[in-house]
T-cell receptor, first 113, second 111 residues
Framework: GAGVSQSPSNKVTEKGKDVELRCDPISGHTALYWYRQSLGQGLEFLIY????????KSGLPSDRFSAERTGGSVSTLTIQRTQQEDSAVYLC???????????FGEGSWLTVV | RKEVEQDPGPFNVPEGATVAFNCTYSNSASQSFFWYRQDCRKEPKLLMSVYSSGNEDGRFTAQLNRASQYISLLIRDSKLSDSATYLCVVNEGNGYNKLIFGAGTRLAVHP
């Protein structure tokens, strides 16, 4: 069956450019999460969506980061004016309800040069 | 201080060995606890939940001590396929999944 799908799988961008990362959750999953994993580090929580609203966006590292979700399905994470420290894997996850097991996508590997 | 702390390893063990990983967490209000497994350049996958009473899944045994804020994972009879990074995970969300991950402990099982 279809899992969490993320695109692009790899992205190299120049410092200062904006990037958009897309997440397509498992069908029917109402909760969606974005995490970031820097090289050799643990996953860092960024934001949680329930439906189209984001009750917890406490992990977004700066105002250059934003995310939205539409139709209770696809989500986009946008990073404006990228910096080299933004280089990381951005992982999306979804769950059927807000407290159920979460399933991760394979991630979008972002490199800022 | 990190919210979830683990020994980074690596743990290099022969096949058949028993290996134990430990983890401590700082938020005493944490609601639930897990071990995830992450293979190189792959996404994390749930290995097992952790309960205060202790729980076992085949060769894997997990234990939680709420008083000490300590979580453990024991792997018996290690297999080559167990080689991976094991992530200690704490849920700090109130009614939702706000998973806080440790940096992981690397395990390498050799023949």
């Amino acid at each position: 069956g279809a899992g969490v799908s993320q695109s692009p799988s790899n992205k190299v961008t120049e410092k200062g450019k904006d990037v958009e990362l897309r997440c397509d959750p498992i069908s029917g999953h109402t909760a969606l999460y974005w995490y970031r994993q820097s090289l050799g580090q643990g996953l860092e929580f960024l934001i949680y969506f329930q439906g189209n609203s984001a009750p917890d966006k406490s992990g977004l590292p700066s105002d250059r980061f934003s995310a939205e979700r539409t139709g209770g399905s696809v989500s986009t994470l946008t990073i404006q004016r990228t910096q080299q420290e933004d280089s990381a894997v951005y992982l999306c996850a979804s769950s059927q309800g807000s407290g159920n097991t979460i399933y991760f996508g394979e991630g979008s590997w972002l490199t800022v040069v | 201080r990190k919210e979830v702390e683990q020994d980074p390893g690596p743990f290099n063990v022969p096949e058949g060995a028993t290996v134990a990983f430990n983890c401590t967490y700082s938020n005493s209000a944490s609601q639930s606890f897990f071990w995830y497994r992450q293979d190189c350049r792959k996404e994390p996958k749930l290995l097992m939940s952790v309960y205060s009473s202790g729980n076992e899944d085949g060769r894997f045994t997990a234990q939680l001590n709420r008083a000490s804020q300590y979580i453990s994972l024991l792997i018996r009879d290690s297999k080559l396929s167990d080689s991976a990074t094991y992530l200690c995970v704490v849920n700090e969300g109130n009614g939702y999944n706000k998973l806080i991950f440790g940096a992981g402990t690397r395990l390498a099982v050799h023949p």
